[in-house]
T-cell receptor, first 113, second 113 residues
Framework: DTAVSQTPKYLVTQMGNDKSIKCEQN?????MYWYKQDSKKFLKIMFS???????INETVPNRFSPKSPDKAHLNLHINSLELGDSAVYFC????????????FGDGTRLSIL | ELKVEQNPLFLSMQEGKNYTIYCNYS?????LYWYRQDPGKSLESLFV?????AVKQEGRLMASLDTKARLSTLHITAAVHDLSATYFC?????????????FGKGTLLTVNP
């Protein structure tokens, strides 16, 4: 009964490949997020979606394309992977206007060879 | 760029000691969150501080918020080894569905026997 689940947990691939990460939440939240955590553990928001609508896009390269088929799912597709994309990507969810905290998934560790 | 600054970034302390982690932020936000992250794990919500003067306590941790000083503190009382982790503060920015968390760089806490 995991609240926010991401797949895969680990992703190892070569430069130039295209990959996707999936996220699902069963908390009934209406807003979902993607964060990137770099090797120094700095955590930065990439995107947020509210009821399938893109709300925040934090100057992320066009190679990153989020997709939200419904409010319980938010996927992240990355084209032409680069070495600098190596990081841990976290999905999170919350209710709109959150006086409640965001709930985070376990993360996807992406390693680019 | 508006920042959230934590200090110290690294904290090594002995069991039984007290210490405070500071979080300074640069906007007029009145909402501040504290999260804990164990190595290789997800982020766990610790505290949600929603107004000036808010104080919350859970076990050996106590968090407070001073919106006039734009400062939040996380106080550790009589530290135990199990508290070893990275602690993040995050400032709430924006409103309605267009809100995001801006994280500090994290404080890596190591509690030694």
């Amino acid at each position: 009964d995991t609240a926010v689940s991401q797949t895969p947990k680990y992703l190892v691939t070569q430069m130039g490949n295209d990959k996707s990460i999936k996220c699902e939440q069963n908390l009934g939240h209406d807003t979902m997020y993607w964060y990137k955590q770099d090797s120094k553990k700095f955590l930065k928001i990439m995107f947020s979606y509210n009821n399938k609508e893109l709300i925040i896009n934090e100057t992320v390269p066009n190679r990153f394309s989020p997709k939200s088929p419904d409010k319980a799912h938010l996927n992240l597709h990355i084209n032409s992977l680069e070495l600098g994309d190596s990081a841990v990507y976290f999905c999170a969810s919350s209710h709109q206007g959150a006086d409640q905290p965001q709930h985070f998934g376990d993360g996807t560790r992406l390693s680019i060879l | 760029e508006l920042k959230v600054e934590q200090n110290p970034l690294f904290l090594s302390m002995q069991e039984g000691k007290n210490y405070t982690i500071y979080c300074n932020y640069s906007t007029t936000s009145d909402r501040l969150y504290w999260y804990r992250q164990d190595p290789g794990k997800s982020l766990e919500s610790l505290f949600v501080l929603l107004s000036n003067g808010a104080v919350k306590q859970e076990g050996r941790l106590m968090a407070s918020l001073d919106t006039k000083a734009r400062l939040s503190t996380l106080h550790i009382t009589a530290a135990v080894h199990d508290l070893s982790a990275t602690y993040f503060c995050a400032e709430h920015r924006g409103g309605g569905s267009n809100y995001k968390l801006t994280f500090g760089k994290g404080t890596l806490l190591t509690v030694n026997p």
